[in-house]
């Protein structure tokens, strides 16, 4: 897709301002990625000025930190469209919920978007820590001890289970989680302001997958 007949890119992103729209406009851009037909939109220097004295991201992305999950590219995004929280193995603390809950109360950001990925070096450590008793040194055990209820859930359910269903398991906890441990995320989809919804990366088709969704995005 391109920016149409007079070649302004940033014709292809739009600004929803609801749940549904922000989810369709997120998953085009990811469809795009994928079929290798990314448009780079809103990355330009009209796009820049507009925005030195506010912003309207139409998306909030907490994703895992890995350097393979840039959550503007996988979603070909620019400039302003998206707030982006980012730990391992998307993990929640104070300043990250606090960071979403800014969004949503000052930015009234309509979607926010758990990332996980296959093959999550923070699950798959949280896992070797659950068979091996062994925990690692230094604050990554706080990490692994904040995965370690969804590497147990997967377990009960499957214990086959692989990392990868227990990175899904881990996006579902942790997109539920955000709706239970604050007040302002759960008054915003209750009035369905906003929606949250988990999504789980295959990193080697660059495809963005549907494992959890609360609020109204039109499914």
């Not at 919920?97 to 969004?103: K, P, T």
């Not at 930015?107 to 008793?133: F, M, N, Q, R, Y």
């Not at 759960?186 to 999504?199: D, I, S, Y």
Request: net charge negative; with cysteine.
């Amino acid at each position: 897709m391109n920016g149409g007949e007079d070649g302004n890119i940033n014709a292809v992103t739009t600004h929803p301002h609801t749940p549904a729209g922000a989810w369709t406009t997120l998953m085009e851009g990811n469809q795009r990625f994928v079929a290798s037909s990314a448009s780079h939109p809103n990355q330009d220097s009209a796009r820049r000025t507009s925005l030195m004295s506010t912003q309207h991201p139409f998306v909030m992305i907490f994703g895992c930190s890995d350097s393979r999950l840039a959550a503007e590219i996988i979603f070909d995004l620019g400039l302003g469209d998206a707030f982006v929280v980012r730990t391992a193995g998307h993990v929640i603390d104070n300043t990250a919920l606090g960071s979403l809950e800014y969004g949503v109360e000052y930015l009234g950001v309509p979607l926010i978007v758990v990332l996980g990925h296959d093959s999550c070096g923070a699950v798959t450590a949280t896992k070797a820590s659950v068979e091996t008793g062994a925990m690692p040194a230094g604050f990554i055990r706080d990490l692994v001890e904040r995965i370690t209820p969804s590497v147990l859930t997967s377990l009960r359910k499957n214990k086959d289970s692989d990392v990868n269903a227990m990175v899904e398991e881990h996006v579902k906890q942790t997109a539920a989680r955000l709706v239970e441990n604050s007040p302002i995320i759960a008054g915003a989809v209750a009035r369905q302001k906003t929606a949250v919804v988990g999504l789980t990366y295959r990193l080697n088709e660059g495809r963005a997958d549907l494992v959890y969704s609360n609020g109204p995005i039109g499914l």
